[in-house]
């Protein structure tokens, strides 16, 4: 079913009002996750509601927590998220940071302990809109469903990196992927549409290949899961190592190295977050000329063969699925409706069916 952005963000904030968050979180929460599902990404958008409230109830997500300053010299910030809701924690010390970095000309912030951050894409569009560079390197702690390479079964998360690049006058770079081929939320996804997946995303929980969304969303044989598997065979594997160690070792939020409890359904983020301002520099005008000269020449070259729209740069699929979902509406499917429906129920707020 499709559903405009403003009807969808009133429901979730509803249900998340019901779970105990402050109408002020509630709705951070909410305008967050619909972003998500504007810019393409459902695997970060409303479907999280459920797993957000069940980790709620079971005290692994605590509503109305903010960031908890550990330490701040200017240029360097440790914060700790508490457990709180990311989409609100993960602004609060993006907020820290951005005054810093425009202060100091740099800040290094670390971010443990947070609930999940959602779309990092957010925090780097943050950045750029005030023409700072950011770089974020991302955790998961939680059930480990990434294999390492040459592993044959989740040792680690979907450890997303994020990149964002402001150019002057234009629309900015945005890159931000998982380090997994595929982000664990869009298998649920998959999962929920009854869809296949592309060969060379997953192995199943006897470590073969496998196309089926499901083995890495609903227990298999003998409750054991399967495994998504890394983007770039061992570069990939390379960076979620780097992810791991970066946002979690260094940001204090520790690592993933224990059996995984199916049953937990609260998700730990760690978050190493880089901010440089081009101008405290020096460079802001080579680097306005060099980043628009690099960006024209990308785009000045021939479309390739079985192509549509030409070059592209990162960004750019979300900046239109934008404009297409706030005029059509965001797709929910049944499966995920319900769901909602029946997260709603267990905190008192009615979800038409």
Same mark, same amino acid.
């Given at each position: 079913?499709?559903?405009?952005?403003?009807?969808?963000?009133?429901?979730?904030?509803?249900?998340?009002?019901?779970?105990?968050?402050?109408?002020?979180?509630?709705?951070?929460?909410?305008?967050?996750?619909?972003?998500?599902?504007?810019?393409?990404?459902?695997?970060?958008? =409303?479907?999280?509601?459920?797993?957000?409230?069940?980790?709620?109830?079971?005290?692994?997500?605590?509503?109305?927590?903010?960031?908890?300053?550990?330490? @701040?010299?200017?240029?360097?910030?440790?914060?700790?998220?508490?457990?709180?809701?990311?989409?609100?924690?993960?602004?609060?010390?993006?907020?820290?940071?951005?005054?810093?970095?425009?202060?100091?000309?740099?800040?290094?912030?670390?971010?443990?302990?947070?609930?999940?951050? $959602?779309?990092?894409?957010?925090?780097?569009?943050?950045?750029?809109?005030?023409?700072?560079?950011?770089?974020?390197? =991302?955790?998961?702690?939680?059930?480990?469903?990434? *294999?390492? +390479?040459?592993?044959?079964?989740?040792?680690?998360?979907?450890?997303?990196?994020?990149?964002?690049?402001?150019?002057?006058?234009?629309?900015?770079? =945005?890159?931000?992927?998982?380090?997994?081929?595929?982000?664990? #939320?869009?298998?649920?996804?998959?999962?929920?549409?009854?869809?296949?997946?592309?060969?060379?995303?997953?192995? @199943?929980?006897?470590?073969?290949?496998?196309?089926?969304?499901?083995?890495?969303?609903?227990?298999?044989?003998? #409750?054991?899961?399967?495994?998504?598997?890394?983007?770039?065979?061992?570069?990939?594997?390379?960076?979620?190592?780097?992810?791991?160690?970066?946002?979690?070792?260094?940001? $204090? #939020?520790?690592? +993933?190295?224990?059996?995984?409890?199916?049953?937990?359904?609260?998700?730990?983020?760690?978050?190493?977050?880089?901010?440089?301002?081009?101008?405290?520099?020096?460079?802001?005008?080579?680097? !306005?000329?060099? *980043?628009?000269?690099?960006?024209? +020449?990308?785009?000045?070259?021939?479309?390739?063969?079985?192509?549509?729209?030409?070059?592209?740069?990162? #960004?750019?699929?979300?900046?239109?699925?934008?404009?297409?979902?706030?005029?059509?509406?965001? !797709?929910? @499917?049944?499966?995920? +409706?319900?769901?909602?429906?029946?997260? $709603?129920?267990?905190?008192?707020?009615?979800?038409?069916?």
């Amino acid at each position: 079913m499709k559903q405009q952005a403003g009807a969808l963000e009133d429901l979730v904030a509803g249900i998340l009002r019901g779970s105990g968050s402050s109408d002020a979180e509630a709705r951070t929460v909410a305008t967050n996750l619909v972003l998500a599902n504007l810019s393409g990404h459902d695997s970060h958008g =409303v479907g999280m509601v459920p797993r957000y409230v069940d980790a709620v109830i079971e005290g692994g997500l605590r509503p109305n927590t903010d960031a908890k300053v550990n330490l @701040d010299i200017g240029t360097m910030l440790a914060l700790d998220g508490q457990r709180g809701y990311g989409q609100v924690v993960g602004e609060q010390a993006m907020q820290m940071a951005l005054e810093r970095a425009r202060q100091h000309g740099s800040c290094i912030m670390s971010l443990g302990n947070s609930h999940h951050l $959602g779309r990092i894409g957010h925090f780097a569009e943050m950045a750029v809109a005030q023409g700072l560079v950011a770089l974020h390197f =991302v955790n998961v702690l939680s059930r480990p469903v990434v *294999a390492p +390479w040459g592993g044959a079964d989740g040792r680690f998360g979907t450890n997303p990196c994020c990149i964002g690049i402001p150019l002057q006058g234009r629309d900015p770079f =945005v890159l931000d992927f998982a380090t997994s081929r595929v982000a664990q #939320g869009k298998m649920r996804v998959a999962h929920n549409k009854g869809e296949q997946v592309a060969p060379g995303t997953l192995i @199943d929980e006897h470590g073969r290949p496998t196309t089926d969304p499901g083995v890495v969303v609903v227990p298999q044989t003998n #409750g054991l899961l399967g495994a998504l598997l890394t983007f770039g065979e061992h570069k990939g594997y390379g960076m979620a190592v780097a992810c791991e160690l970066l946002g979690g070792a260094l940001s $204090g #939020g520790g690592t +993933w190295h224990r059996p995984s409890d199916p049953a937990v359904k609260a998700v730990l983020n760690g978050m190493l977050t880089i901010l440089i301002d081009p101008l405290r520099l020096g460079t802001q005008a080579t680097f !306005d000329q060099e *980043a628009l000269a690099f960006v024209d +020449w990308l785009r000045s070259g021939p479309q390739a063969e079985g192509t549509q729209g030409g070059v592209q740069l990162a #960004g750019d699929p979300e900046r239109a699925a934008r404009a297409r979902r706030r005029v059509d509406g965001i !797709d929910i @499917d049944a499966q995920t +409706w319900q769901e909602l429906v029946a997260a $709603g129920r267990k905190v008192g707020f009615n979800v038409p069916s």
